[in-house]
């Protein structure tokens, strides 16, 4: 993945900073430019998306590095995820992907001031005492893609070592856990979103197979990592039964559910903008001209009875392998909770509660506080 | 160079040149050809009153506006026309600049003439930096290339798109229908949209969905055209107008959405063999996302609540009812 970064842009303000260095030091014949930040926003910022995906730059911001993930609209559920955005944007090309819509720069930022990044993190865990929060960095990148570059894993592992009632998320679609196997910290949650091989090829280009993934993972299991899987988004293809049939064999063939932090189920869903932005840059792709409709929260997504039947699928057949991992649904309201699995949390705060219950009790390594409903109205 | 403009016009003067002295040469017109026939009873009763404007050229003259006059002249047999002589110091873009700006006086331009504009600039060679400050401005179309690029390809559709595109003053955004059509595709839908003289919005829609559906299927458009037999609907003496719209339209929903379209045609029949109170409304959100159906009752006085109340308990009621909420549970 990394050999996709054609160019790396470097702030005049950080050429300095430690992971500037760090990067620049592990970038070999990378071609490197320093800059004046404003002549390179105003350079860059009507390049076409698919060069900006090969181009990093190095900067830092004075905005939020942590913020609440901003989920959906009600009643659509959602699990109050905390989001790290020390980096932005993602040199892997997936079709679905709502970063092409969603960010207004078409490259990859990288931000040096993670000491402020640490101090949002601290300042979230002292607000609310007695939350468990789970912070993740893949919301708007992949979150080990660049990190045979920035080391920032290991960083943030060591970070969260030391903490208490919250863990790290890194979320990917690679096999790049080189860096956390190597110094595997608590409290770190690695996790792969997953689809099928037919799927990774046709609409996830520039990642991982999933036997890569599903080999990363093992190895991370190995040394004793907490992993988490995302089958988000599910997409509804020909034969899309036993295609997530036999991903989830394979997955079972190869980890043991008690290793298994959570697994996500996600319809695709997106914004209706990205379809003009994906009809352009994937002419060939079919996933939008599915029965889609336009959700209660504004975004494009299956007819209900389709969801529900494929969620209904795919979590008896994770059933059949645990009855206590902790499945949850990604925006998605609770009468679709109700037909899936026969209850549904009354709030985005239940959800989340639940989250907090599901670890004290499968995971004591965490050794978190007992969960106290209070401390999360 | 605004200044430089007006300078232009103070030192041109009007001549009155022979007709065969201006070559007939099309090279810079833009707007389409109208009918002359309102233009010739002026001329012949008050003369040419607004002067040609003419750039000299090898053998004479060449004409940068007033074609149609040009044309009326001829018509009538008239020796010479009146005319603004531009020098052949001015620059080309400059006279044609004023061209266009004596157009919009009488009316706006269309998305085809906004296209003949862009190729006649090109191919005087009219530098970017001059399109922008002038040109652009004045036709309203914003300072990017693609889109520039993309107006110009207007005029590589067939001549039915372009009409159908000048007929209807269709938007950019609306002309971009046509854009990843074969030109087979084109005069297909330009056919279905002047059988059913729909206008580009009810056309666009049409088109998206024989595109969606195409996609979806992996068939081409032209097949989704004779599989629902939309040209067949176009042309059926025994539907006026809106009913072929209608036809169409259901046709193409259906093939689009077919769970959703099934679906909403059982639940419609099963509210149609409830023969509801007239106080009560029966209704579901017809996208599915929501479950369950909403029942509203006006109450006016007792015996409505009685009418009701009998209506209600009835075994048919209860079982259409029951039926209907199955189906929006929506799970089979």
Redesign the interface.
Same mark, same amino acid.
């Given at each position: 993945m990394l050999n996709r970064i054609r160019k790396i842009y470097v702030d005049s303000s950080v050429v300095e900073d430690k992971l500037t260095i760090r990067v620049l030091e592990r970038a070999g014949d990378l071609p490197v430019r320093v800059v004046d930040k404003s002549d390179f926003t105003r350079y860059l910022s009507d390049v076409d998306i698919s060069k900006g995906k090969q181009i990093l730059f190095i900067t830092s911001t004075e905005g939020d590095l942590v913020r609440p993930c901003p989920g959906t609209l009600s009643p659509y559920l959602c699990c109050r995820y905390t989001t790290i955005n020390n980096q932005i944007h993602c040199p892997m090309d997936c079709t679905y992907c709502i970063l092409q819509d969603y960010l207004d720069r078409p490259y990859l930022l990288l931000y040096t001031n993670t000491n402020d990044l640490f101090k949002s993190v601290d300042k979230n865990l002292m607000d609310q005492p007695g939350r468990f929060f789970r912070f993740g960095t893949g919301e708007l990148t992949d979150s080990l893609v660049l990190d045979s570059l920035t080391l920032l894993s290991q960083d943030l592992s060591l970070f969260f070592s030391t903490k208490r009632n919250c863990l790290i998320e890194f979320k990917t679609k690679t096999d790049c856990v080189k860096n956390l196997v190597e110094n595997p910290q608590k409290n770190v949650v690695v996790s792969w979103s997953l689809n099928p091989q037919s799927i990774v090829n046709r609409e996830e280009f520039f990642t991982s197979s999933l036997e890569s993934r599903l080999e990363a993972a093992r190895m991370c299991q190995e040394r004793g990592l907490m992993l988490g899987f995302h089958f988000d988004p599910i997409l509804y293809v020909p034969d899309w039964e036993s295609l997530y049939q036999s991903v989830i064999d394979e997955l079972f063939s190869r980890i043991d559910p008690a290793s298994i932090v959570w697994i996500s189920l996600g319809t695709l869903r997106y914004p209706p903008n990205l379809k003009k932005v994906i009809q352009k840059r994937f002419p060939k792709t #079919?996933i939008i001209? +599915? +029965?889609m409709?336009?959700? $209660?929260d504004g975004k494009m997504r299956y007819?209900?009875? $389709?969801r529900?039947?494929m969620f &209904?699928k795919i979590y008896e057949l994770i059933r059949g392998y645990s009855d206590d991992l902790f499945v949850y649904l990604c925006m998605e309201?609770p009468?679709v909770w109700d037909?899936v699995m026969g209850y549904h949390p009354e709030s985005n705060e239940e959800l989340d509660l639940w989250f907090a219950r599901s670890l004290y009790k499968r995971f004591p390594r965490l050794n978190m506080d007992e969960p106290a409903g209070d401390a999360y109205k | 160079m605004v200044i430089k403009i007006k300078k232009d016009c103070k030192a041109m003067k009007i001549n009155e040149i022979p007709l065969k002295k201006i070559e007939r040469d099309l090279f810079f017109r833009f707007s389409s050809p109208l009918p002359l026939e309102a233009l010739k009873r002026s001329v012949r009763e008050s003369g040419i009153t607004n002067p040609l404007f003419l750039v000299p050229s090898n053998s004479g003259y060449r004409i940068v506006a007033g074609f149609n006059r040009f044309r009326v002249a001829e018509e009538l047999k008239m020796k010479s026309v009146p005319a603004w002589i531009f020098s052949d110091r001015v620059p080309l873009e400059r006279s044609f600049y004023m061209a266009v700006l004596e157009h919009l006086v009488c009316r706006n331009l269309n998305m085809v003439e906004k296209a003949r504009i862009v190729r006649i600039l090109k191919r005087i060679g009219c530098s970017e930096e001059y399109m922008k400050e002038f040109f652009l401005p004045l036709l309203d179309i914003p300072e990017n290339r693609v889109v520039i690029e993309e107006i110009e390809n207007i005029l590589s559709y067939p001549d039915s798109v372009q009409n159908y595109i000048e007929r209807y003053n269709l938007s950019l955004k609306m002309s971009r229908m046509f854009k990843e059509m074969s030109s087979e595709e084109q005069e297909l839908f330009i056919e279905i949209a002047d059988l059913l003289q729909i206008r580009g919005v009810e056309l666009s829609e049409i088109v998206t969905m024989c595109s !969606?559906v195409s #996609? &979806?299927e992996?068939i081409s458009v032209q097949r989704v055209v004779a599989d629902l037999s939309l040209l067949k609907i176009c042309r059926c003496d025994e539907m006026n107008r809106q009913e072929k719209i209608d036809t169409i339209k259901r046709g193409l929903k259906e093939r &689009?959405?077919?769970? $959703?379209f099934k679906?909403n045609e059982q639940l419609n029949k099963l509210r149609k063999g409830m023969t509801l109170p007239h106080n009560v409304e029966l209704s579901w959100d017809s996208?599915? !996302?929501?479950?369950g159906v909403e029942l509203k009752l006006r109450l006016v006085s007792m015996s409505n609540y009685n009418d009701f109340k009998e209506w209600i308990s009835s075994g048919r009621i209860k079982e259409n009812l029951n039926k209907m909420i199955e189906i929006l549970?929506?799970? !089979?």
């Open positions: #079919k001209y +599915e +029965e409709i336009r959700g $209660l007819i209900r009875p $389709l529900t039947a &209904r309201p009468w037909d | !969606e #996609k &979806r992996g &689009r959405f077919p769970n $959703l679906w996208q599915m !996302e929501r479950p549970a929506g799970v !089979e």
